[in-house]
């Protein structure tokens, strides 16, 4: 199986939510089941089914964040020399050139990324346009509206 690149920011918040979902959820989850077993009938039981749903999606949760640490590769970008070159893990800030608006992304994992963040998945079109590119390039999006013209401004390693 191939690598999943990861920030370590990113590693460690599925550290710390495999962590919380170990030490705090699953032992609450289990506590909730005893409950309701002791409450008697287990066929007409709605919380004694509501917890072992519950501890079948944390399970799941878990084995998914295990299974991911498993193939990580993680990227310390903090670590790099400064270079004007946009790879992952990159904060890169960009001129719309029809719109003059300014934008800035930073190229990360697909379990971090969130748009509202402006943290896109390295998979995403803006990220796979820009990646490889150099402070001064016009990079063209391909976007469902129409292609979108990019002049990447400045490239920092955050």
């Known amino acids: 199986?191939?690598?999943?690149?990861?920030?370590?920011?990113?590693?460690?918040?599925?550290?710390?939510?495999?962590?919380?979902l170990k030490k705090v959820e699953r032992p609450r989850i289990i506590a909730a089941i005893a409950e309701a077993r002791a409450h008697g009938d287990l066929k007409e039981n709605a919380e004694y089914h509501a917890a072992r749903e519950q501890q079948g999606f944390a399970e799941g949760r878990i084995q998914?964040?295990?299974?991911k640490f498993s193939n990580v590769q993680i990227i310390?970008?903090?670590q790099m020399p400064p270079g004007d070159k946009v790879i992952?893990?990159?904060?890169?800030?960009?001129?719309?050139?029809?719109?003059n608006e300014s934008v800035h992304y930073q190229i990360v994992g697909d379990d971090e990324s969130d748009i509202k963040l402006n943290k896109i998945s390295y998979k995403s079109p803006i990220a796979r346009a820009i990646i490889a590119k150099e402070i001064g390039d016009i990079v063209t999006v391909k976007t469902p509206s129409g292609d979108i013209e990019y002049e990447i401004d400045d490239i920092k390693y955050i």
């Open 88 to 99: 992952f893990g990159s904060t890169v800030h960009m001129i719309n050139l029809e719109t």
């Open 64 to 67: 998914e964040i295990e299974a």
């Open 1 to 20: 199986m191939s690598k999943i690149p990861m920030t370590s920011i990113g590693f460690e918040k599925l550290r710390i939510e495999l962590d919380n």
């Open 76 to 78: 310390d970008v903090s």
